[in-house]
T-cell receptor
Framework: AQSVAQPEDQVNVAEGNPLTVKCTYS??????LFWYVQYPNRGLQFLLK??????LVKGSYGFEAEFNKSQTSFHLKKPSALVSDSALYFC????????????????FGKGTKLSVKP | DSGVTQTPKHLITATGQRVTLRCSPR?????VYWYQQSLDQGLQFLIQ???????AKGNILERFSAQQFPDLHSELNLSSLELGDSALYFC???????????????FGSGTRLTVV
C-alpha cells in the first residue's frame, strides 16, 4: 500500500533563512508526488508536483522540491523564508501505475506546520 | 477562487442528525473526491466519483454516503452524526483519471461541520 510520511509536526524558521519540510513516500511503482499548502480556514492549494523528468521541481511562491528515488524522499525547500509562508504543508503521493481504485488516489501525509518568525 | 465550490461553509448540528454537504467541481473536471480533515487523523480520503460512478472508497463510514449527479456536482450525506464526526470536509476535483490523470487535485475551501 502506498503511504506518505512527514516526520516533523512543526518546523520553525527565522525569516530570510532557508527552509526544508521533509517528506518520504512508499509506493509499489513509480510515484507521482505533490506538495500542497493550507492557510488557516482555507482549502489546500497546489504548490508543485513531480511526475517525471528533472529531479528538481520548481513551484509556486519560490518553493522547490527535490525528488530522490534512492531515498524515497521529496523534500520541500525554499532558499529564503517569508513570514507569509507560515502555514500547514502537505505532501501527497499516488502510484503512477494505478489509474483507478483506491491506489489511483492521492494519499496525504499528516501535514507539517511551518512557522516563520520575523 | 479555486473553481471548486462547497456549500455550506459552516454547519452546526446535533448528534443523531443527518446533513448533506454539496460540492460543485471545477468546470470540465469529471472526478470528485471527498476528504475529511480532523486534528487527530489528518486528511483522510473518503470516496471518489468519476463521471457519476463511484470509483474508489477510502475510510468512509457506513453512516456516510455520497453520489455524483449528471451535472457532475456531488453530495456527501452524513447520518446518525456523532461528536467525533466534527471535522473539515473537503471536496476536490481533477480533470480525469487514467493516463491523463497525472495532475493534482483542485480543492474547495471546505465545509466545517460541528456536531454538538
Amino acid at each position: 500500500a502506498q503511504s506518505v510520511a512527514q516526520p516533523e509536526d512543526q518546523v520553525n524558521v527565522a525569516e530570510g533563512n532557508p527552509l526544508t519540510v521533509k517528506c518520504t513516500y512508499s509506493v509499489s511503482g513509480n510515484p507521482y508526488l505533490f506538495w500542497y499548502v493550507q492557510y488557516p480556514n482555507r482549502g489546500l492549494q497546489f504548490l508543485l508536483k513531480y511526475i517525471t523528468g528533472d529531479n528538481l521541481v520548481k513551484g509556486s511562491y519560490g518553493f522547490e522540491a527535490e525528488f530522490n528515488k534512492s531515498q524515497t524522499s521529496f523534500h520541500l525547500k525554499k532558499p529564503s523564508a517569508l513570514v507569509s509562508d507560515s502555514a500547514l504543508y502537505f505532501c501527497a503521493v499516488r502510484d503512477a501505475g494505478s489509474y483507478g481504485g483506491s491506489q489511483g488516489n492521492l494519499i496525504f501525509g499528516k501535514g507539517t506546520k511551518l512557522s516563520v518568525k520575523p | 477562487d479555486s473553481g471548486v465550490t462547497q456549500t455550506p461553509k459552516h454547519l452546526i448540528t446535533a448528534t443523531g442528525q443527518r446533513v448533506t454537504l454539496r460540492c460543485s467541481p471545477r468546470s470540465g473536471d469529471l472526478s470528485v473526491y471527498w476528504y475529511q480533515q480532523s486534528l487527530d487523523q489528518g486528511l483522510q480520503f473518503l470516496i471518489q466519483y468519476y463521471n457519476g460512478e463511484e470509483r474508489a472508497k477510502g475510510n468512509i463510514l457506513e453512516r456516510f454516503s455520497a453520489q455524483q449527479f449528471p451535472d457532475l456536482h456531488s453530495e456527501l450525506n452524513l447520518s446518525s452524526l456523532e461528536l467525533g464526526d466534527s471535522a473539515l470536509y473537503f471536496c476536490a476535483s481533477s480533470e480525469r483519471q487514467g493516463r491523463g490523470a497525472n495532475y493534482g487535485y483542485t480543492f474547495g475551501s471546505g465545509t466545517r461541520l460541528t456536531v454538538v
